[in-house]
């Protein structure tokens, strides 16, 4: 298993070009949030913001609009029930995160099936509640040309039938090969691990103190900036991967949890840091 280290982070982040404008950082919509899980969407939102994504826009319920304009001013909002307006967004943004805090319903499987018949070449970041209906549905995902899902165990066990202790990299990698071959695989938890084209990357850092809710959303927004600034690349989605937890493990140096809120702050300055030491 291959490891993944801080060299991935000067390598992937590089200073902007001067003659560049906000279309060049990547736009990005992001289906999150219902009722119950606005946060998701904000957290999401907020950390591809911090990013440096170009644009970002949120599908979700507008009883979350209000929170968001105030909490995220950067980002738009879309209604995800208005299906013309959906259609649109998911035809004009690049990547397109579905997931976060939608919850298991009906509403979240259309969503999926929406974004599927729409996409032609774009990124797809997909998490938490697309995961777990994409397990009950049996929905095929091997329409989706780029495709990136990032399931913690529990995800990853309803999506592959492997119990937590089964999911050895072996079976693993067996098992993406049959659900959807030419994804990227983040299994999620401590030292997560990478499954891409038969490989599989295993991360060094990270810290309990990130077992607190949102901090996967946090890493959606994370992953989707990297991929709309930089490219599709397993070492683009690594360096994500990499920064969240580097700047979890800053944070847990002080504070006994890693609030995701915090982590996001923390983004810009310490890919500024990273772009700048480059030689
Ligand atoms: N503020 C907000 O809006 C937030 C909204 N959120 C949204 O909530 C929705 C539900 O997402 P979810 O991840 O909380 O729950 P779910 O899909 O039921 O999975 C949990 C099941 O898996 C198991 N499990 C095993 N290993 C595990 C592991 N390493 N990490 C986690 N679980 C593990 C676990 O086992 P148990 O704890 O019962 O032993 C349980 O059986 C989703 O849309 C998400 O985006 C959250 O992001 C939080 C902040
Ligand atoms: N003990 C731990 N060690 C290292 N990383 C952890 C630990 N606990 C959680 N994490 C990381 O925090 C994130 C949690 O993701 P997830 O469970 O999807 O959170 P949420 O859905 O609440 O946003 C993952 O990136 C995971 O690797
Ligand atoms: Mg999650």
């Given at each position: 298993?291959?490891?993944?280290?801080?060299?991935?982070?000067?390598?992937?982040?590089?200073?902007?070009?001067?003659?560049?404008?906000?279309?060049?950082?990547?736009?990005i919509?992001?289906?999150?949030?219902?009722?119950?899980?606005?946060?998701?969407?904000?957290?999401?939102?907020?950390?591809?913001?911090?990013?440096?994504a170009?644009?970002?826009?949120?599908?979700?319920?507008?009883?979350?609009?209000?929170?968001?304009?105030v909490?995220?001013?950067?980002?738009?909002?879309?209604?995800?029930?208005?299906?013309?307006?959906?259609?649109?967004s998911?035809?004009?943004?690049?990547?397109?995160?579905?997931?976060?805090?939608?919850?298991?319903?009906?509403?979240?499987?259309?969503?999926?099936?929406?974004v599927?018949?729409?996409?032609?070449?774009?990124?797809?970041?997909?998490?938490?509640?697309?995961?777990?209906m994409?397990?009950?549905?049996?929905?095929?995902?091997?329409?989706?040309?780029?495709?990136?899902?990032t399931?913690?165990?529990?995800?990853?066990?309803?999506?592959?039938?492997?119990?937590?202790?089964?999911?050895?990299?072996?079976?693993?990698?067996?098992k993406?090969?049959?659900?959807a071959?030419?994804?990227?695989l983040?299994?999620k938890?401590?030292l997560?691990?990478?499954?891409?084209?038969?490989?599989v990357?295993?991360?060094?850092?990270?810290?309990?103190?990130?077992?607190?809710?949102?901090m996967?959303?946090?890493?959606?927004?994370?992953?989707?900036?990297?991929?709309?600034?930089?490219?599709?690349?397993?070492?683009?989605?690594?360096?994500?991967?990499?920064?969240?937890?580097?700047?979890?493990?800053?944070?847990?140096?002080?504070d006994?949890?890693?609030?995701?809120?915090?982590?996001?702050?923390?983004i810009?300055?310490?890919m500024?840091?990273?772009?700048?030491?480059?030689?």
């Open positions: 298993m291959q490891k993944i280290d801080e060299s991935i982070l000067s390598e992937v982040i590089h200073k902007r070009p001067d003659i560049s404008y906000k279309g060049n950082y990547g736009r919509l992001i289906i999150a949030g219902s009722t119950h899980f606005g946060g998701a969407a904000l957290m999401s939102a907020r950390a591809a913001v911090n990013s440096g170009g644009l970002v826009t949120v599908a979700t319920v507008p009883e979350k609009f209000t929170a968001i304009n909490d995220i001013p950067e980002a738009m909002t879309i209604d995800y029930n208005n299906l013309q307006d959906l259609d649109e998911i035809q004009k943004n690049n990547v397109i995160v579905i997931g976060p805090g939608l919850g298991s319903s009906d509403s979240t499987v259309n969503l999926i099936k929406t599927i018949k729409n996409i032609s070449d774009q990124i797809i970041i997909m998490d938490a509640s697309a995961l777990t994409v397990s009950e549905k049996k929905i095929d995902l091997n329409a989706i040309k780029n495709l990136i899902l399931p913690h165990q529990g995800e990853w066990q309803r999506l592959s039938g492997l119990k937590i202790p089964d999911q050895t990299s072996k079976n693993n990698l067996k993406i090969n049959s659900l071959p030419n994804s990227l983040i299994v938890k401590h997560s691990e990478i499954y891409y084209q038969n490989n990357y295993q991360l060094l850092n990270g810290n309990p103190g990130m077992a607190t809710g949102g996967g959303d946090t890493l959606t927004g994370i992953i989707a900036a990297f991929v709309g600034q930089f490219g599709f690349s397993l070492k683009v989605v690594s360096a994500a991967l990499y920064l969240h937890s580097h700047i979890a493990d800053k944070i847990y140096q002080k006994y949890v890693v609030l995701p809120t915090k982590l996001a702050s923390k810009p300055q310490t500024q840091k990273f772009a700048c030491s480059k030689k």
